[in-house]
């Protein structure tokens, strides 16, 4: 795939569409692919060069909203790494996963998961210092390493009944109050929650493994467990918190 040095002509990146065949619409017009770091093949979209940065092209710098329509199956790799303007997002219900670094460090605000999605990748959304609030979509069954990790704003997540695995780190230096587990969640990894600002949480009976520090929030007073839980790390809960088995 060839380098995107420069875009070709002068367009208002404010807001942007994909479509599913893979054409960029922006500034009112069709824009063809190898003009902006955007592309679709069979399905997937991605970046028609290295990661975008400033010097690679103006996109990431001016583009502030983006629709990405239906038929798109995967936001690959790096696509909106360091989009700094980029503030909203709109998936598409056919949306299957979302890869490594995809929106990493974006200012996007509120991230709705569509329900078909399977995968969150790791740092998919990590350093977003705008985002407040995180709604999962009922298929996603795995949340990346670090995925969400130092969104120091993020204070609303809400899990989906189907989720199997949290990566380590996943939420790492955020500001989640409150959370809800349900049943079929079976790993939680290590520094997962650390450093949020949760009071109390219960863990369903499906938890199978807790790693280490996965729950060092200096206000956790209480945390609900599973008796039969054993695959437990180190130090997971501040050492005053009230622990009940049940």
Known sequence: MGRIESIIEPIDFEEGV????????AGGKKVSWNEVPYRIEK????????????????ANTMLTRLVVKEGVTC?????????????AVELPNSLLRIEESAFYS?????VSIPNRVVSIGAYA?????????????????EIGESAFSNCNRLSRVQFSEGLVTIRK????GCRIRNVQFYNGLRTIGKEAFSGNK????????????IGSDAFDCKRLV??????????VGYIVFPIRTRIIRV
Request: some cysteine; glycine content about 6%; charged content about 20%.
């Open 222 to 231: 209480e945390a609900t467990i599973p008796v039969s839980l054993t695959n």
């Open 75 to 87: 936001i690959a790799k790096g696509s909106f790494f360091y989009y700094r303007s980029l503030k």
């Open 18 to 25: 994909i479509d599913a065949k893979g054409i960029m619409h």
């Open 43 to 58: 399905g997937v979209l991605i970046t028609t060069g290295k990661t975008p940065v400033v010097d690679q092209s103006k």
């Open 106 to 110: 974006t200012p996007l605000r509120i």
């Open 169 to 172: 780190n996943a939420f790492s």
């Open 125 to 141: 959304f990590k350093d977003c210092d705008r985002l407040k609030v995180l709604t999962c979509g009922s298929s996603l069954k």
């Open 198 to 209: 949760l009071r109390r949480i219960a863990l369903p009976s499906t938890v199978v493994s």
